[in-house]
């Protein structure tokens, strides 16, 4: 047996939450009473864990390690008085006492990348300018779902520092790929209003999502016509305020960059701010394109069918259970430590849906494998539900290239 097959491999570097859920799955009980009583009992301990009055509350400090291993491997007296104290103190900042770990990356985002883009203007120097940038690429993943989680919930700080909360994207959005507020106006007011319909800017459904000329052009068009086609969407709607500032931060943040560039320092504005904006870009699609590559034909309004979830996978440990995408979509205002407890809640509904949930393959490579056309091998990382429990290895392979399928415009249009 390969030790590494995606239908039996299980991380060992698996977030807590996530060896619960893919435990549950794996050895679900048979008897549908027994299966349901269990799923129940796992939510509540995974709710508990995040509630900060009860004993086995369990904050996220760090996204690399965990706090049971921190209190093993630590020193006593570090965890007692340098960690501890840190956790208290932090717990109060944050917005959710769950959240210590967004402090944790503001100040290391504060005390590293801020000063080495800074650095590169007064004292650039090739080197200098390819390891900022290595590090901003290993940055920008995770700062990329704290701000989605910044966006969604209004925040990731307490109230009384709103000031800070609310100008600190100001100076990390573009450093890290974004542009200001964009991710906002496109994310909140658009992908979540139309959730990867006709109208969704981003939607798949047009393309075909094996396809890499598809692909390519899925991509083109979101880098280089977003700037226009978001500002054009709001003022169609006749949301005349969202397109008038949409553009206004999108072409200030273009202009910005020109002038630091022009008049600055041409070699540190290509690696502090363009080569970051020109990644996230294309970045930002690969990811969309995994997370809704499969859209039922049958029902491609339902977020069930429209989305996928992943456990067993790095986004969840290292970019705030991104895997748990349809439960976003159903909620997305819930709180990012509760989407495993609401998954195994709903595991039951989202077996009647058809749902999809995979394991070992992330969304890049969910992307990479569609476009190989590989179905074998995404079947294999299916954690089959429902139905789909009686498919044969071909059969569940057959059934993801048919929610690959593009829709047709005139379709679409007959069935809304």
Same mark, same amino acid.
């Given at each position: 047996?390969?030790?590494?097959?995606?239908?039996?491999?299980?991380?060992?570097?698996?977030?807590?939450?996530?060896?619960?859920?893919?435990?549950?799955?794996?050895?679900?009980?048979?008897?549908?009473?027994?299966?349901?009583?269990?799923? *129940?009992?796992?939510?509540?301990?995974?709710?508990?864990?995040?509630? %900060?009055? $009860?004993? !086995?509350?369990?904050?996220? %400090?760090?996204? +690399?390690?965990?706090?049971? +291993?921190?209190?093993?491997?630590?020193?006593?007296? %570090?965890?007692?008085?340098?960690?501890?104290?840190?956790?208290?103190?932090?717990?109060?900042?944050?917005?959710?006492?769950?959240?210590?770990?967004?402090?944790? /990356?503001?100040?290391?985002?504060?005390?590293?990348?801020?000063?080495?883009?800074?650095?590169?203007?007064?004292?650039?120097?090739?080197?200098? #300018?390819?390891?900022?940038?290595?590090?901003?690429?290993?940055?920008?993943?995770?700062?990329?779902?704290?701000? /989605?989680?910044?966006? $969604?919930? #209004?925040? %990731?700080?307490?109230?009384?520092?709103?000031?800070?909360?609310?100008? &600190?994207?100001?100076?990390?959005?573009?450093?890290?790929?974004?542009?200001?507020?964009?991710?906002?106006?496109?994310?909140?007011?658009?992908?979540?209003?139309?959730?990867? #319909?006709?109208?969704?800017?981003?939607?798949?459904?047009?393309?075909?999502?094996?396809?890499?000329?598809?692909?390519?052009?899925?991509? #083109?068009?979101?880098?280089?016509?977003?700037?226009?086609?978001?500002?054009?969407?709001?003022? @169609?709607?006749?949301?005349?305020?969202?397109?008038?500032?949409?553009?206004?931060? *999108? +072409? @200030?943040?273009?202009? &910005?960059?020109?002038?630091?560039?022009?008049?600055?320092?041409?070699?540190? !504005?290509?690696? =502090?701010?363009?080569?970051?904006?020109? =990644?996230?870009?294309?970045?930002?699609?690969?990811?969309?394109?995994?997370?809704?590559?499969?859209?039922?034909?049958?029902?491609?309004? @339902?977020?069930? +069918?429209?989305?996928? !979830?992943?456990?067993?996978?790095?986004?969840?440990?290292?970019?705030?259970?991104?895997?748990? $995408?349809?439960?976003?979509?159903?909620?997305?205002?819930? /709180?990012?430590?509760?989407?495993?407890?609401? &998954?195994?809640?709903?595991?039951?509904?989202?077996? *009647?849906?058809?749902?999809?949930?995979?394991?070992?393959?992330?969304?890049?490579?969910?992307?990479?494998?569609?476009?190989?056309?590989?179905?074998?091998?995404?079947?294999?990382?299916?954690?089959?539900?429902?139905?789909?429990?009686?498919?044969?290895?071909?059969?569940?392979?057959?059934?993801?290239?048919?929610?690959?399928?593009?829709?047709?415009?005139?379709?679409?249009?007959?069935? @809304?």
């Amino acid at each position: 047996m390969d030790p590494m097959d995606p239908t039996t491999y299980t991380d060992p570097q698996l977030t807590l939450q996530d060896r619960l859920v893919i435990d549950a799955l794996i050895n679900e009980p048979a008897s549908i009473s027994e299966a349901k009583t269990s799923h *129940e009992k796992l939510s509540q301990k995974l709710y508990d864990m995040n509630d %900060v009055s $009860h004993s !086995t509350f369990d904050p996220t %400090v760090f996204q +690399l390690w965990d706090n049971s +291993l921190l209190h093993e491997k630590l020193p006593a007296p %570090v965890h007692r008085y340098v960690l501890q104290p840190y956790m208290k103190w932090a717990q109060g900042v944050v917005r959710f006492p769950t959240d210590v770990v967004m402090l944790t /990356h503001l100040i290391l985002y504060f005390t590293t990348l801020v000063p080495s883009g800074i650095y590169l203007f007064y004292n650039f120097s090739w080197w200098r #300018g390819v390891l900022h940038w290595a590090m901003q690429l290993f940055y920008c993943g995770a700062f990329t779902l704290m701000k /989605h989680q910044h966006i $969604h919930m #209004g925040g %990731v700080l307490a109230p009384q520092y709103w000031i800070f909360d609310t100008l &600190f994207p100001y100076v990390l959005d573009p450093l890290l790929g974004h542009t200001w507020n964009s991710y906002f106006y496109h994310h909140i007011k658009h992908h979540h209003v139309e959730g990867n #319909g006709a109208q969704d800017l981003s939607t798949t459904m047009f393309y075909d999502r094996d396809s890499v000329a598809d692909f390519a052009c899925y991509v #083109g068009r979101f880098f280089f016509f977003i700037w226009a086609e978001l500002p054009r969407y709001f003022w @169609s709607k006749g949301q005349k305020k969202y397109a008038c500032k949409v553009a206004f931060w *999108e +072409l @200030s943040n273009y202009l &910005f960059i020109y002038l630091l560039y022009n008049y600055v320092n041409a070699r540190a !504005t290509l690696f =502090v701010y363009i080569l970051p904006l020109t =990644v996230m870009r294309i970045g930002l699609m690969v990811g969309n394109w995994g997370q809704h590559a499969f859209v039922d034909p049958a029902d491609p309004d @339902s977020d069930y +069918l429209s989305s996928i !979830t992943l456990i067993d996978v790095p986004s969840n440990r290292f970019s705030f259970n991104d895997g748990y $995408h349809t439960s976003h979509h159903l909620n997305p205002r819930r /709180h990012w430590r509760d989407h495993p407890a609401a &998954f195994i809640k709903q595991k039951d509904r989202y077996a *009647e849906e058809r749902a999809l949930v995979f394991r070992n393959v992330d969304y890049i490579f969910i992307t990479v494998n569609l476009l190989r056309k590989n179905y074998i091998h995404l079947a294999k990382c299916l954690i089959p539900i429902g139905d789909q429990v009686n498919m044969t290895l071909e059969e569940r392979a057959e059934m993801l290239r048919t929610r690959t399928r593009r829709f047709r415009h005139a379709d679409v249009k007959k069935s @809304s």
